[in-house]
């Protein structure tokens, strides 16, 4: 193991002390688990995916201007069967 020193607020190092406290764990062992956690989050999507995805945002235009607030309205539209 490497030894190494972090500087926390107050808040983070209130909430990391009671979360270890309720599972039973260390300080350090609860900062591994998260850290390890976070990774494989990072490691499951590459950075070059996210950067290509995120440069489709905005290229396509539905014609509609107020798909964000009626989104569950033009979806529930979208998958109600249609009759013949």
Request: hydrophobic residues 35%; negative net charge; charged residues 30%.
């Amino acid at each position: 193991m490497v030894r190494t020193q972090i500087q926390l607020d107050e808040e983070q190092a209130r909430w990391l002390k009671a979360e270890a406290n309720a599972r039973g764990i260390s300080l350090s062992q609860l900062i591994r688990e998260g850290l390890s956690s976070f990774r494989e989050q990072e490691e499951r999507l590459p950075k070059e995916k996210k950067q290509k995805a995120l440069q489709a945002v905005g290229m396509f235009a539905s014609g509609v201007s107020d798909i964000s607030a009626h989104h569950d309205d033009y979806l529930a539209d979208a998958i109600q069967p249609r009759e013949s």
